[in-house]
């Protein structure tokens, strides 16, 4: 081997621990990953509509959990994200709407040693619609439904539109300013490799929630959103990634937490994110 080919052995060997490392990949944690309901009455005596359209408007910390599965690689690679944010339910011509602003997210592979990072700049970037959402009382507990309203990261365009498959498209953005087109994800292995996956994303997601007594909101998140990889600091991280949600519902949790209209940042949000969401999931370690 040339000597100026011997870089690609340390490259070479990451990648193949990361794809390959294990002849299968971590467990799923044990679904589901919280049982909110068990600590909590119910709603079913509320029946009057407009008092609880009252008790839901507000300012809530939002804390949701989605599962994915990549098949796209040799075994599969499981990721678990962990979005942090603001949700906020308002009235507007009498019409309940929901506000979401993100500002922090964890990214967890059943990969052991294996990291993934996406910066609050890239998670700030997110910017969900305003929506108006489906008050419903079902078996006397209230309900509340967002449906989907898709919108882009990291690509101008129309949102109703699927995602664009040209990786030179000339609509795409850097929304997170980091110097790379679309939003850049940072891997790594140990202290052995180290390399940024650039994408553009079209957000689709659908929340189902239920209002409990002590005026928290939870339920379960459905993802319908559509990525491509537009480019990669290393070749080798330059492919295909085709992740698909976990469809138990268990493994897809969200919880809103009202909370004071002051607290805005995700540095004020993490200081009380213990005393007010459960512990972060983790992969089973056999």
């Not at 052995?9 to 990648?15: C, D, E, G, S």
């Not at 193949?16 to 909590?40: A, D, Q, R, T």
């Not at 679309?182 to 996956?197: A, K």
Request: proline share 6%.
């Amino acid at each position: 081997m040339r000597r100026k080919d011997l870089w690609l052995i340390p490259v070479l060997w990451a990648f193949h621990i990361i794809m390959n490392s294990c002849s299968s990949p971590l467990g799923w944690p044990e679904s589901p990953l919280y049982v909110f309901e068990k600590s909590i009455s119910d709603t079913s005596l509320l029946s009057d509509r407009e008092k609880v359209l009252n008790e839901i408007i507000g300012h809530y910390a939002h804390y949701d959990v989605v599962a994915y599965e990549d098949t796209t690689t040799r075994t599969t690679m499981r990721t678990l994200i962990i979005s942090y944010g603001f949700t906020d339910f308002y009235l507007d011509d009498g019409r309940l709407m929901q506000s979401d602003r993100f500002v922090h997210a964890e990214q967890k592979l059943s990969r052991k040693n294996a990291k993934s990072v996406f910066s609050d700049e890239a998670v700030q970037a997110i910017k969900p619609r305003v929506q108006e959402v489906e008050l419903y009382r079902k078996d006397g507990i209230w309900n509340l439904y967002r449906p989907e309203s898709p919108s882009l990261l990291g690509i101008e365009g129309d949102p109703s539109k699927p995602l664009s498959n040209d990786p030179n498209d000339p609509k795409i953005t850097d929304p997170d300013k980091d110097g790379h087109p679309g939003v850049t994800v940072r891997i790594s292995v140990g202290n052995i490799f180290n390399g940024e996956i650039y994408l553009i994303r079209r957000e689709i997601f659908i929340n189902h929630l239920t209002f409990n007594n002590n005026g928290t909101l939870s339920g379960y998140v459905i993802d319908k959103s559509e990525q491509l990889v537009v480019g990669a600091s290393k070749k080798i991280l330059n492919q295909k990634s085709n992740q698909v949600q976990h469809p138990d519902k268990g493994l897809n949790p969200i919880l809103l937490v009202k909370i004071n209209p002051e607290i805005d940042t995700a540095e004020e949000l993490m200081e009380i994110r213990d005393k007010i969401f459960p512990k972060e999931p983790e992969f089973y370690h056999k």
